[in-house]
């Protein structure tokens, strides 16, 4: 089953554990949950691991004084190096997604109108060094945005149609002599497949 169906049979059967409120959850819940559903060890990792890693549920970490146990009662004290590491896990969280902002922003205000036949709306190939050509271009814009920015366009459907529809790549001054390798179309087909398959296993749980 999915992340998203686990979750519901969660909540449906530990509202007070799985609630519109984020609680800090008792470190023995796996044990728990794999013992009373029929849910898979994996499943279990998988989902719980989703409920947790996320802002609202590591801030509950930090201001609660106990961690919950399923049935809604407190269980062990959150020690100072649970919410130490819930500290370092926002940071992270917070940089990421300021990088992934930061990265569209870049691409919407400035790469839109410097490149548009590169990052307009029509996608193409790009050369493995795009990157570096960027960072050369913009010295004053970060690495890492440049690097998220490039990593995500590179994920996207629309992206990795491109590849497929191609024969070479392209660079900032516009197509080269690059061809689009036989391991590029794979990876891109692969990908492809993937996003097809998890958008017919989303339309059939609605």
Not at 70 to 85: A, N
Not at 115 to 127: A, E, H, S, T, Y
């Amino acid at each position: 089953m999915s992340i998203r169906k686990n979750l519901k049979t969660l909540k449906a059967k530990y509202p007070n554990a799985f609630g519109a409120t984020k609680k800090a959850l008792s470190k023995g819940v796996h044990t728990q949950i794999l013992q009373e559903t029929n849910l898979t060890e994996a499943e279990i990792k998988k989902s719980v691991g989703f409920w947790t890693n996320n802002k609202q549920y590591l801030e509950a970490v930090l201001t609660n004084k106990h961690r919950t146990n399923l049935d809604g009662s407190l269980s062990e004290e959150i020690t100072d190096s649970d919410r130490e590491y819930s500290k370092q896990k926002i940071n992270k969280l917070s940089e990421l997604t300021k990088n992934l902002e930061d990265g569209w922003l870049f691409r919407e205000h400035t790469l839109r109108k410097d490149f548009p036949n590169i990052f307009g709306k029509q996608r193409v190939p790009l050369v493995n060094e795009i990157g570096f050509e960027l960072a050369q271009r913009y010295p004053k814009v970060r690495g890492n945005i440049i690097n998220h920015f490039i990593r995500d366009w590179k994920k996207t459907k629309a992206y990795n149609e491109s590849v497929l529809e191609h024969s070479h790549m392209y660079n900032l001054s516009g197509i080269t002599e690059i061809a689009v390798t036989t391991e590029m179309r794979l990876k891109s087909e692969k990908l492809l497949k993937s996003y097809n398959k998890k958008k017919d296993k989303k339309n059939n749980e609605k």
